[in-house]
């Protein structure tokens, strides 16, 4: 055995080892864990999204399905209006009746 030419400082001790790598383990966790908690903090939101898309589409589909029936436009044109004003997240909002078109 040639343990008798290495320089000391090319020896690492133990307790330097195990703390590399007790280092090393808990820097590839921490990363793991952020992408895990990243993906589902997304999944979740998205999920959360699409929920209120579709309450928020089923509320405008039965209040206006009279209106829609009926083709009466001034209550579909303040009925958009009010959509457009109370919710901000929807960008637009359009209802194709013949020959006209509303929208907000």
Request: aromatic letters at 4%.
């Given at each position: 055995m040639q343990l008798e030419g290495l320089k000391a400082t090319k020896r690492w001790p133990l307790w330097g080892q195990i703390a590399l790598a007790l280092g090393g383990a808990r820097l590839l966790m921490s990363v793991l864990a952020g992408v895990y908690v990243r993906a589902l903090e997304t999944w979740y939101l998205l999920n959360g999204l699409q929920t209120r898309s579709q309450r928020t589409f089923a509320l405008l589909a039965a209040a206006m399905l009279d209106a829609v029936i009926a083709?009466?436009?001034?209550v579909l044109?303040?009925?958009v209006t009010r959509v457009i004003r109370q919710d901000p997240?929807?960008?637009?909002?359009?209802?194709?009746?013949?020959?006209?078109?509303?929208?907000?």
């Open positions: 083709e009466d436009r001034p044109e303040i009925m997240d929807i960008v637009s909002v359009t209802i194709e009746l013949d020959p006209q078109v509303f929208s907000g």
